[in-house]
């Protein structure tokens, strides 16, 4: 259902803009071929008989389709993007520019490695900065992204617990406010998951936790800082028992942004974590571009990590590709790509670390946990927080004072997309009813925030007031509200004629 009631169906100057199938002209085309020679085929029988389905359009028409499909795309250089958990922060031109170098960017994973000896010092700096930050032992770059990075923790994890022997660990703990890949890694690698509960303030219940810890657990999944927005002080204690019981703690990092400079992972106990280079080291990210999820590791599970290594000897960088004694990668589990890793990635990374310097890391999470901090502060009167502050670099509110009102959280995130603001993330984490969780990262001015702020309060205000008008809501977008339930259970995914 599209939002215009103009003749055209265009909006200001926002198209409707049609498939680019139903744009189909027959014959027309974006090339002006001579007449063919007079030869009657000149493909004989493996001339195509019928046409290849692809619409005609001229090339203008191809320009324009296209031109108006990205401007569709909201991201974060058209505005705020307050996604919580996905650190939706500026992405600098710098690292943009660095990674369109030709040496970076045609570079071939399967040229000799004399010819690549600047790409692998590229990738054995950007290792170097990612132990430094974390305190770490060890790092493999290749996972493709969070997720993919969880299972490259967890597999060196069950290889490990496979070398000392012993009896079979398949039970992992992962508390209830987890992301969904934390639990889905588990189970994709054949483990069974138990829930940790929370207490009231929003944390590991770490007596129930201890409860639950034995000698057939492998693995605690643990977010820290967690998704509630806030840090898991007892994570020591926890990291403790974990040891004591034989198992290891994973860290899912994906809030390293908050702790960035300030807390060496380390330092609390963690084995294996990822780390979300394209949140908390700027790359365009969801639909802008590919992730990048390197883990860091522990002593005690470095020799189980993945190839390929990058060794740094008389001779140069060379790249270990295989299980070898002398190069140290006896133990490694194995391969989780085919190649090396995203290396557009690491270059925006490296850039991105190289141009802020150790101080301005430092600098960019308390940046990023004081912007949460004023949202946090600023909103609390209006919406309800579930959880005492202060936080982290997220601001997390639930559904309470929208009570009796009529209008719910997915209303709300409707109604921001007719203010031109992104929505939050809504529902997630899943302990808390109808959850926004706010995230403005440290790359946004306090003019930015404040918009959104009055904004939010407005929309409270509204909401008390005039509860229909934000069931209808976007009203202003291209299209109007969607039926989510059966567009992810009934999908149009294909184009009939
Ligand atoms: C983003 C995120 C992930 C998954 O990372 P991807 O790079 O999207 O695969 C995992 N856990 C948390 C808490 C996240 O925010």
């Known amino acids: 259902m599209t939002s215009a009631t103009t003749i055209s169906g265009h909006q200001g100057l926002q198209m409707d803009e049609p498939l680019i199938f139903e744009l189909d002209s027959p014959g027309s085309s974006g090339v002006d071929l001579p007449p063919p020679p007079k030869v009657k085929s000149r493909l004989g029988a493996v001339a195509a008989r019928n046409g290849v389905g692809l619409p005609g359009l001229s090339e203008p028409e191809v320009v324009r389709h296209y031109t108006r499909l990205s401007q569709k795309n909201y991201a974060i250089d058209s505005g705020f993007y307050p996604l919580g958990s996905c650190t939706m922060k500026h992405n600098p031109r710098l690292n943009e520019k660095m990674a369109r170098l030709p040496g970076f960017a045609d570079v071939h994973p399967l040229q000799p490695v004399s010819t690549v000896q ?85 944390r590991i219940d770490l007596p129930a936790f201890k409860a639950k810890l034995g000698f057939d657990v492998a693995a605690v999944m643990l977010t820290n800082p967690n998704t509630c927005g806030l840090f898991e002080r007892e994570v020591k204690a926890l990291a403790d028992a974990v040891h004591e019981a034989g198992a290891f703690l994973y860290c899912d990092g994906a809030n390293f942004n908050a702790i960035i400079g300030r807390v060496r992972v380390a330092d609390l106990g963690v084995d294996a974590m990822h780390i979300n280079l394209h949140k908390t080291f700027s790359t365009p ?90 949202i946090l502060a600023k909103l609390k009167d209006t919406f309800n927080a579930p959880f005492e502050g202060p936080c982290m670099h997220e601001a997390l509110f639930d559904d309470k004072s929208l009570k009796g009102t009529g209008v719910s959280t997915l209303d709300i995130a409707k109604a ?82």
């Open 118 to 202: 600047g790409a692998l010092e590229l990738i054995d700096t950007l290792a170097g900065w990612l132990k430094t930050l974390t305190g770490m032992k060890a790092v493999a770059l290749s996972p493709a992204a969070g997720a993919h990075g969880e299972m490259c923790g967890m597999m060196a994890i069950a290889a490990a617990h496979e070398h000392r022997g012993g009896p079979a660990r398949k039970r992992v703990l992962v508390p209830e406010s987890a992301h969904g890949t934390n639990p889905a890694t588990a189970a994709a690698l054949g483990m069974t998951v138990e829930a940790i509960p929370a207490t009231e303030d929003g």
């Open 285 to 374: 990210h969801g639909g802008g571009g590919p992730g990048s999820g390197p883990v860091v590791f522990s002593e005690a599970l470095a020799p189980f990590i993945p190839l390929p290594a990058i060794i740094h000897d008389d001779d140069g960088y060379r790249l270990i590709e295989t299980q070898d004694d002398d190069d140290g990668t006896a133990l490694a589990f194995g391969r989780m790509k085919a190649f090396h890793g995203q290396m557009g990635v690491f270059v925006r990374a490296l850039a991105y670390s190289l141009s802020h310097g150790a101080d301005g890391l430092y600098q960019a999470s308390a940046d990023a946990v004081l912007s949460a901090n004023y």
């Open 416 to 497: 921001l997309i007719d203010e031109g603001f992104h929505p939050m993330t809504v529902y997630f984490p899943l302990v808390v009813h109808g959850a926004m969780l706010i995230e403005p990262t440290e790359s946004e001015s306090k003019r930015s925030i404040d918009q959104f702020i009055a904004t939010m309060k407005g929309l409270a205000e509204r909401a008390k007031t005039d509860a229909a008008s934000f069931h209808a809501a976007p009203t202003l977008a291209p299209r109007r509200r969607l039926d989510e339930t059966a567009a992810a259970r009934k999908p149009i995914l294909k184009w009939k004629k």
